[in-house]
């Protein structure tokens, strides 16, 4: 997924990389960089998104894909089409 970096939330040099909010094809949200590179305002990326954690609730929903967030470190809810997911057949 192409995004564009809207912010560095910290630069703090944690291990699970510092946080960014960005925008993208399916809305805004902010998320750990895992890169070497380190991230800059304004720049332009082709990334992966990863769920490190078990999903903790699904539900079908009908509308749009989006990745929504109330604020940086808040939930993220995503929507979208779940393509492969881990132990099932």
């Known amino acids: ?47 992966e998104i990863d769920i490190p954690d078990d999903v903790a609730h699904w539900v079908h929903a009908e509308g749009p894909d989006a990745l929504l967030a109330e604020a940086a470190g808040a939930p993220a809810r995503i929507k979208g089409t779940v393509v492969a997911a881990a132990g099932q057949a």
Do not use: C
């Not at 291990?15 to 590179?37: D, N, Y």
């Open 1 to 47: 997924m192409r995004i564009e970096i809207l912010d560095v939330l910290d630069h703090a040099e944690e291990p699970q990389g510092p946080r960014i909010a960005f925008r993208g094809p399916l809305g805004q949200v902010w998320a750990h960089w895992r890169r070497s590179a380190a991230p800059q305002v304004g720049d332009a990326a082709d990334v």
